[in-house]
């Protein structure tokens, strides 16, 4: 059974902490993804990495960063916490190739508030 | 500006009726499209998809149609059950790279 785990549920942090949120999966996927999840606005990609310590911008990239250093652990950071960035944070992962492959599976989420 | 969109914010059905969630998309080099349903609290988990070869596609209860000329795709739900009450997301690739575009969303309730 597929799985991918986030480290918390639910984050609470104050503006300008440093926070971390990881992920694990352990179905061998070589492509892993960070997502924020916004009401009315969907899921929007903040980064995604296709192989161990390659990472590529998405659409929301600002003010974070990520680590990939170990193929099933995928890191995302936010450098300064600010209030705008109380989110649902996603991460998801999915095999590289076309059709079925475009399938991801995600995690259950990080509920992050910034206060 | 957003490249796939579901303009539905909220749906609501009586169980046992046809549900249809809408989503429109203006890239028209998306050639694979999928379809993800989200309770709260809990990560989305993939639902159904459609290749830009086909024009529907059918699991079950689920249904999804394309129609590539007026790049529209719509999500049927028959019968639906108060277990599909959820959040609805549309997403969509292009061939460059495995990264799916989402749509914002469709909060569907089935009544009992």
């Known amino acids: 059974d597929v799985k991918v785990t986030q480290s918390s549920r639910y984050l609470v942090k104050r503006t300008g902490e440093k926070v971390f949120l990881e992920c694990v999966q352990d179905?061998?996927?070589?492509?892993m993804f960070w997502y924020r999840q916004d009401p009315g606005l969907g899921l929007r990609l903040i980064y995604f990495s296709y192989d161990v310590k390659m990472k590529e911008k998405g659409d929301i990239p600002e003010g974070y960063s990520v680590s990939r250093e170990k193929k099933e652990r995928f890191s995302l950071i936010l450098e300064s916490a600010s209030t705008n960035q109380t989110s649902m944070y996603l991460c998801?992962?999915?095999?590289?190739?076309?059709?079925?492959?475009?399938?991801?599976?995600f995690g259950p989420g990080t509920r992050l508030t910034v206060t | 500006d957003q490249q796939v969109k579901q303009n539905s914010p909220s749906l609501s059905v009586q169980e046992g009726r046809i549900s249809i969630l809408n989503c429109d998309y203006t890239n028209s080099m998306f050639d694979y499209f999928l379809w993800y349903k989200k309770y709260p609290a809990e990560g989305p988990t993939f639902l159904i998809s459609i290749s830009s070869i086909k024009d529907k596609n059918e699991d079950g209860r689920f249904t999804v149609f394309l129609n590539k000329s007026a790049k529209h795709l719509s999500l049927h739900i028959v019968p639906s059950q108060p277990g599909d009450s959820a959040v609805y997301f549309c997403?969509?690739?292009?061939?460059?790279?495995?990264?799916?575009?989402f749509g914002g969303g469709t909060r569907l309730m089935v009544k009992p």
């Open positions: 998801a992962s999915s095999l590289p190739g076309a059709g079925v492959f475009y399938e991801q599976y």
């Open positions: 179905m061998d996927h070589e492509n």
């Open positions: 997403a969509a690739t292009d061939n460059a790279g495995n990264m799916l575009t």
